[in-house]
């Protein structure tokens, strides 16, 4: 079973949608839990960190379930600029000094 | 706003060569990371580093791989004797601790 496990997609969407990704971890010690968006051929960048009371950063709302060890993100009014791969990521560790696990991630293209 | 800096943004080796990656982390940054990706594939890692030696690695960090912060400003991965399967996108990060780990831009390693 993948670490990080999460529907590879592409998801066309046209602009002004609503889309949701999920991603399950197998690992039940997982301790930190990220989103993190990379543009083609470009570096990881951190959306987001997830936590279990769930988390809203403007249109971006980040979603944990401990027991079913599934994470998800909720990107309402898509914009053509929110065309990427995003990534879901979690640390074993409770602090960032511990090493980041990627799931292969979810590609979005938000056409006009 | 300080940024992880990765030097050459493209290495192009032939296989058997020895081959170093730079990266100078943000400043007061004290954990440091060398992730990889493979062309289509997820973002794997392959070593942490802090205060001054490996704090974890992974199976594909075998002794081909060695990482150094040889003068505290820059971090160097080298690998001894390059592969064809090494051809990948070399990615450093850098994180105080407490904050997510910011990463660079990366290092396109093609061998030939």
């Given at each position: 079973?993948?670490?990080?496990?999460?529907?590879?997609?592409p998801?066309?969407?046209?602009?002004?949608a609503?889309?949701?990704?999920?991603?399950?971890?197998?690992?039940?010690?997982?301790?930190?839990?990220?989103?993190?968006?990379?543009?083609?051929?470009?570096?990881?960048?951190?959306?987001?960190?997830?936590?279990?009371?769930?988390?809203?950063?403007?249109?971006?709302?980040?979603?944990?379930?401990?027991?079913?060890q599934?994470?998800?993100?909720l990107?309402?009014?898509?914009?053509?600029?929110?065309?990427?791969?995003?990534?879901?990521?979690?640390?074993?560790?409770?602090?960032?000094?511990?090493?980041?696990?990627?799931?292969?991630g979810t590609?979005?293209?938000?056409?006009? | 706003e300080?940024?992880?800096?990765?030097?050459?943004?493209?290495?192009?080796?032939?296989m058997?060569?020895?081959?170093?990656?730079r990266?100078?982390?943000?400043?007061?940054?004290?954990?440091?990371?060398?992730?990889?990706?493979?062309?289509?594939?997820?973002?794997?890692?392959?070593?942490?580093?802090y205060?001054?030696?490996?704090?974890?690695?992974?199976?594909i960090?075998?002794?081909?791989?060695?990482?150094?912060?040889p003068?505290g400003?820059?971090?160097?991965?080298?690998?001894?004797?390059?592969?064809?399967?090494?051809?990948?996108?070399?990615f450093?990060?850098?994180?105080?601790?407490?904050?997510?780990?910011?990463?660079?831009?990366?290092?396109?390693?093609?061998?030939?």
């Amino acid at each position: 079973r993948k670490e990080v496990e999460q529907d590879p997609g592409p998801f066309n969407v046209p602009e002004g949608a609503t889309v949701a990704f999920n991603c399950t971890y197998s690992n039940s010690a997982s301790q930190s839990f990220f989103w993190y968006r990379q543009d083609c051929r470009k570096e990881p960048k951190l959306l987001m960190s997830v936590y279990s009371s769930g988390n809203e950063d403007g249109r971006f709302t980040a979603q944990l379930n401990r027991a079913s060890q599934y994470i998800s993100l909720l990107i309402r009014d898509s914009k053509l600029s929110d065309s990427a791969t995003y990534l879901c990521v979690v640390s074993p560790y409770y602090n960032q000094g511990g090493k980041l696990i990627f799931g292969q991630g979810t590609e979005l293209s938000v056409k006009p | 706003e300080p940024e992880v800096t990765q030097t050459p943004s493209h290495q192009v080796t032939q296989m058997g060569q020895e081959v170093i990656l730079r990266c100078v982390p943000i400043s007061n940054h004290l954990y440091f990371y060398w992730y990889r990706q493979i062309l289509g594939q997820k973002v794997e890692f392959l070593v942490s580093f802090y205060n001054n030696e490996i704090s974890e690695k992974s199976e594909i960090f075998d002794d081909q791989f060695s990482v150094e912060r040889p003068d505290g400003s820059n971090f160097t991965l080298k690998i001894r004797s390059t592969k064809l399967e090494d051809s990948a996108m070399y990615f450093c990060a850098s994180t105080r601790g407490n904050q997510p780990q910011h990463f660079g831009d990366g290092t396109r390693l093609s061998i030939l």
